[in-house]
C-alpha cells in the first residue's frame, strides 16, 4: 500500500452517531404497522440505503406491499428522520473527529464523505462539519449501493487522488467491502470481530492518528 494523500469517511458510525434517529424513525413506522422493531433489528440497517432498509423493515413485519406504498412508507419515515436530525449540534460529533482532522489538515491530506445517506449535507451543516471536505459524496451522487465501490471511487476522482493513495473510514462491513473493492487501505471503526475484513480496526476516531495510517 502506497503513502496515504486522502482520506473518505463514512458518515453514519463513523463521523456522528444517526443510527439512533434512523433508529426512532423506523421504529415508529414498524409501530404503526402493528409490529416491533428491535434495536438489534437497527444493526442489520447499517450502511444500508433507504429503500433497502425499509425491505428489511418489512421483511421483519411479514408485510407485501406495491412498490407505489413502499415509497410512501419511506417517505414518511425519512421526514420523522429529517425532524430528528433537525435538532443536531456540533456536540453531537464524535470524540476525536474533529482532532483527527485538524491534524490531517496540518499533514496536507486531502478529506472527502462517502456516505449512502441523502440527507448527508444537511446533518454535516448541522454539526458543522462541510468546511473540512474537499468533496462530498453522498446518496444523492451514487447510483449504486455499498458494497459496490462507486461512491469511494467518486471521492477520490473529485479529490484527484489515485485509489491506492486513499484510506477509507467505514463502521459497516458492506462498507468495508466497497473500500476494498475500490483497492483503497480500509480502516474499520467499531468491533474487530464484525469488521475483521477491514485493514485494521480502531473503535472511534479518539483513537486514529497520522502514524497510523502510514503503517
Ligand atoms: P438516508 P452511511 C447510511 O449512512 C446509514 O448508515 C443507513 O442506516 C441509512 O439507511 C443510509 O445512510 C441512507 O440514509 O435515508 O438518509 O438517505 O453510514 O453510509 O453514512
Ligand atoms: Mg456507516
New binding site residues.
Partial sequence: MGTIRACIF?????VVD??KY?YLAWKRLAQEMGFDFTPEDNEK??????M??LSILLNIGGIKISEEEKHQLAEK??NW?KEYIDTMTPEEVLPGVVNFFEELKLNHIKMAL???????QSILEKTNLSHWFDAIID?TKTQEA?PNPEVFLLGARELGIEPKHCAVFE??EA?IQAALNANMYCIGVGSPQVLSKAHQVIPGLFDMNMAKLNV
Fill in positions: 463514512d458518515l453514519d458510525g463513523v444517526t443510527a434512523h440497517l447499517k450502511g444500508v440505503s433507504r433497502d432498509s419515515k425519512n428522520y462517502g456516505s449512502a445517506s441523502k440527507n448527508a446518496g455499498k463502521d459497516a462498507g
